[in-house]
């Protein structure tokens, strides 16, 4: 036997000495772990279950699109109102910029959004990006995705900031923008009345408060006030007459807009008014209109020559006595706040403008 051999036949015996004998006796580090050894054979096959019964076919699930063919299908609807709506002042004129707090809640799409949420009267910061009054302000596009979608914003009855309530159906809606911004009533108690503001008079947009009478200065006179809100039972307030059957996309409608061009002049649109007025040739129903214009105009020069009244329809800031203020008031706030020549509360505005010529004069 070589030596070498010899060495290691003695390595090996002394191996398995070491494993025989107690483990403390040979504490060498542990060896790293082997390779795996090779699969097993594999098992017999076991038997076959019993075949199960074939279930019943699913309903058909809904197409990825079926929610947004409620709306954008091959009908012309949502194009006819779009384009009525770009027509609108809404959509093609709206004072958007107008983005400050106390601004964007009725000039701006997310201002609006905000104080719906908040109920506050201004919003908590300026508006970044301003959007224009769009189909998601009023309406709540694009969240359902269904029909449900065309519910409004809210109809929820308006709080004005001159403290009456608005409670017109669906017009609600409008009223929450379309109110005198804290213009409350003046007190003119005393003989005389500082006028501090070219604006003196409601602003802007004070038409939901003619409609319900409120924020006139009622000055006595010979023609008596009882009783004379004309359209407060017109159910749905401004849509009855603002928004009946459209004239393509020049009034009613999305346009919001009450007439239309016909070649060359302006008509009336008289849809909304039919239901009650029966068939009319047009606004100036039994002459009122006529009779208020020319109150206005009998107003305007009064005010003018008592120098109260600018030829641009501004307040002259000054003192003044203090029915000449009032029918300052009023007159401001029918002829180029309302615009609607009376129409919004007829006999009311007729009723008050003849007592402001009166005390005038
Ligand atoms: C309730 C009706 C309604 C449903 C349902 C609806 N949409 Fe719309 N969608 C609108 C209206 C309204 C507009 C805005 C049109 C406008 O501004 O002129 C709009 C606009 C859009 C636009 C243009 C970009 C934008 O946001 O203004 C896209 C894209 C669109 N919709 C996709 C869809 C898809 C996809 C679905 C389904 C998952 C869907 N819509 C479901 C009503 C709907
Ligand atoms: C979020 C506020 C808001 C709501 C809600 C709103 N409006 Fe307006 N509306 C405005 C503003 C602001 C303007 C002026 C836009 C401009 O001149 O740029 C305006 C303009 C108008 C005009 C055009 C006035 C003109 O000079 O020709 C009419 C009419 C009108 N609105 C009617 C309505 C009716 C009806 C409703 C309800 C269906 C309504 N608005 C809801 C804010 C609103
Ligand atoms: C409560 C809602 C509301 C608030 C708040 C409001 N506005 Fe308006 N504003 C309107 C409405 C509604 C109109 C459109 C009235 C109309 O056409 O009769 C309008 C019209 C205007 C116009 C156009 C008037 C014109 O003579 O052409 C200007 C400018 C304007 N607002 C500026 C402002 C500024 C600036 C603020 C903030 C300091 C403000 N508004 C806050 C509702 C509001
Ligand atoms: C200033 C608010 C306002 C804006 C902006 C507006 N709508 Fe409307 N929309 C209304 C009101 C109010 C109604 C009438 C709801 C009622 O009669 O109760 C209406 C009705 C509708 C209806 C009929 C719903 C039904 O169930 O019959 C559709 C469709 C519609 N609007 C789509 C649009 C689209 C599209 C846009 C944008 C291009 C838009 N609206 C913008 C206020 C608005
Ligand atoms: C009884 C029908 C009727 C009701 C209700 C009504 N309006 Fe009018 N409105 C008119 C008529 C008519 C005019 C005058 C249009 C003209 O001669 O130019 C007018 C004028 C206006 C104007 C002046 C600008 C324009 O379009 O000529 C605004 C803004 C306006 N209305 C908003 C409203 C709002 C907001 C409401 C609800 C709070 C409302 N209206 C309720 C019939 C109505
Ligand atoms: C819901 C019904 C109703 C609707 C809709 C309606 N009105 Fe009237 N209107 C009345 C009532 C009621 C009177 C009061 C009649 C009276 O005082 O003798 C009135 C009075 C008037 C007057 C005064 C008439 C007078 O003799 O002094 C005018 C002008 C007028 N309406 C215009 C309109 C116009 C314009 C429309 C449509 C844009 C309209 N109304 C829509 C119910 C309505």
Redo the contacts with the bound molecule.
């Keep these: 036997m070589k030596l070498t051999a010899m060495l290691r036949a003695f390595g090996g015996m002394l191996l398995i000495a070491c494993l025989a004998f107690t483990l403390s006796a040979c504490e060498g580090e542990e060896g790293p772990e082997g390779p795996q050894g090779p699969a097993g054979p594999q098992g017999p096959q076991g038997e076959q279950g019993e075949k199960g019964d074939p279930g019943t076919d699913g309903e058909d699930g809904e197409a990825?699109?079926a929610?947004?063919v409620?709306?954008?299908d091959v009908s012309a609807t949502?194009k006819a109102i779009?384009v009525q709506?770009e027509a609108s002042k809404h959509g093609s004129g709206m004072t958007f910029e107008r983005n400050g707090t106390s601004c964007a809640p009725c000039h701006t799409h997310q201002g609006f959004v905000e104080v719906l949420e908040t109920g506050q009267g201004s919003t908590a910061a300026s508006i970044m990006n301003p959007a224009p009054v769009?189909?998601?302000t009023c309406?709540n596009?694009?969240v359902n995705?269904?029909?449900?979608?065309?519910s409004l914003a809210t109809s929820d009855p308006v709080t004005m900031f001159t403290g009456e309530t608005y409670d017109m159906g669906s017009s609600n809606l409008c009223a929450n923008c379309h109110q005198p911004r804290s213009a409350d009533l003046p007190e003119i108690d005393g003989p005389d009345f500082e006028v501090t503001s070219v604006r003196f008079g409601p602003h802007h947009g004070p038409q939901s408060s003619l409609l319900i009478g409120a924020s006139l200065i009622k000055l006595p006179g010979s023609v008596s006030y009882s009783s004379m809100n004309s359209h407060e039972n017109v159910d749905d307030g401004c849509l009855t007459c603002h928004m009946a059957e459209a004239y393509g996309a020049q009034s009613g409608g999305h346009t919001f807009s009450m007439g239309y061009d016909y070649h060359g002049h302006t008509v009336g649109n008289t849809a909304g008014c039919e239901s009650c007025h029966g068939e009319i040739e047009d606004f100036d129903i039994n002459g009122a209109v006529t009779e208020i214009e020319g109150y206005l105009a009998q107003l305007k020069a009064l005010l003018e020559a008592e120098g109260c009244l600018d030829e641009e329809g501004y307040a002259v800031p000054g003192t003044y006595g203090a029915n000449l203020a009032a029918a300052l008031w009023n007159y401001r706030y029918i002829a180029l706040e309302d615009r609607s020549m009376g129409i919004h509360n007829p006999r009311l505005v007729k009723a008050v403008l003849q007592n402001s010529i009166e005390a005038v004069q």
Excluded: L, M
């Design positions: 990825g699109t929610g947004c409620q709306c954008h949502v779009a709506y769009n189909c998601r309406h596009i694009h995705y269904d029909q449900s979608d065309y």
